[in-house]
């Protein structure tokens, strides 16, 4: 079941792409907990798991891997990407060791 929907915008000379991000309700796998993400890139759409040994543990973990991908992506890296308006920065947690790579408000409050 879809929880969360989230968009990015990718700026390209024919015009912005939205890049949309959903997030699925955690669900037991395996003996722990699974937290289904799937992030709309223009080459096609990743899809992963964060896993926990509960659902909330899942859920961030999820959301931290939303943010490694991203921060390490090259439309990052190019500048290309945004997701507000004036505000530099995503949203998403992320990990302590990518922590370098922060902008904006991600880097103040995150």
């Known amino acids: ?10 700026n390209r000379p024919e015009g ?10 955690p669900a037991p796998k395996d003996g722990c907990w699974a937290c289904m993400f799937e992030i ?4 096609g ?6 896993a926990g040994l509960d659902a909330l543990q899942a859920l961030v973990i999820s959301l931290q891997m ?3 991908q ?6 990052h890296h190019d500048g290309a990407l945004r997701a507000y ?3 530099e920065g995503y949203g998403f947690p992320i990990a302590r060791n990518v922590r370098d790579l922060l ?8």
């Open 45 to 50: 759409t990743k899809t992963m798991s964060g």
């Open 70 to 75: 991203i921060y390490t992506s090259t439309y």
């Open 66 to 68: 939303i943010g490694i």
């Open 103 to 110: 902008v904006g408000a991600d880097k103040i409050y995150l």
């Open 85 to 87: 308006d004036n505000e």
């Open 16 to 25: 912005e792409i939205p890049i949309e991000i959903r997030i699925y309700k």
């Open 40 to 43: 709309d890139w223009p080459e």
């Open 1 to 10: 079941m879809l929880i969360l929907a989230h968009t990015l915008y990718l």
